[in-house]
């Protein structure tokens, strides 16, 4: 069966410094792959969506970045975070474009 | 218009009820609808597809209506459990859209 799996569940971080979430999926091949945020009380914003390596759709202009190194492998960076990126981070995965998906557990993010 | 939108409650009902969440969406052209599960601080979780021609699941029963351009799910004799926020989710142009949600609160 499919997994996927997102890290850290928390992270504290302080105004200027850098991130990197990574998440995985394990038990399927060719994955689409997503980024999305939940700043509290809100709904979900998608952030980047890629249908394969090195393929990265950006939804929304930010100070964030996504790379696919690997078919199951998807990351989300900043070089430098700002207060408004705290929030919720999701990472999903869909077999096809416009598919039902599924989520990883989340990272709580805080900056600070 | 946004293109789902849901009444965010909270929905506020004991044990046993019945409720019903309405969502509307703007894009004609949807093809696939589902419902999602979100509680707190967790990632959503699907709950069900929803089907033209409707469908059951338990307690729970989606239904879909293209004319009017929303979708609905109903639940049945609620339990304490099924209090969270419940994600409706439309295809877009693109990628999947989800609403904001409705806050479901079952109460002893």
């Known amino acids: 069966s499919q997994t996927i799996h997102q890290w850290p569940a928390t992270l504290v971080q302080p105004v200027g410094s850098p991130l990197s979430l990574e998440c995985t999926v394990e038990g399927t091949s060719n994955p689409n792959l997503y980024w999305y945020r939940q700043a509290a009380g809100r709904g979900l914003q998608l952030l980047f969506y890629s249908v394969g390596i090195g393929q990265i759709s950006s939804e929304v202009p930010q100070n964030l970045s996504a790379s696919r190194p690997q078919d199951r492998q998807f990351i989300l960076s900043s070089k430098k975070l700002l207060l408004s990126d705290s929030g919720f981070y999701l990472c999903?995965?869909?077999?096809?474009?416009?598919?039902?998906?599924?989520f990883g557990s989340g990272t709580q993010l805080s900056v600070l | 218009r946004k293109e789902v939108e849901q009444d965010p409650g909270p929905f506020n009902v004991p044990e046993g009820a019945t409720v019903a969440f309405n969502c509307t969406y703007s894009?004609?052209?949807?093809?696939?609808f589902f419902w999602y599960r979100q509680d707190c601080r967790k990632e959503p979780k699907l709950l069900m597809s929803v089907y033209s021609s409707g469908n059951e699941d338990g307690r729970f029963t989606a239904q879909l209506n293209r004319a009017s351009q929303y979708i609905s799910l109903l639940i049945r004799d609620s339990k304490l459990s099924d209090s969270a926020t419940y994600l409706c989710?439309?295809?877009?142009?693109?990628?999947?859209?989800f609403g904001k949600g409705t806050m479901l609160l079952v109460s002893p």
């Open positions: 999903a995965w869909s077999g096809q474009v416009n598919e039902k998906l599924f």
């Open positions: 989710v439309v295809t877009g142009y693109s990628t999947l859209t």
């Open positions: 894009n004609s052209a949807s093809q696939s």
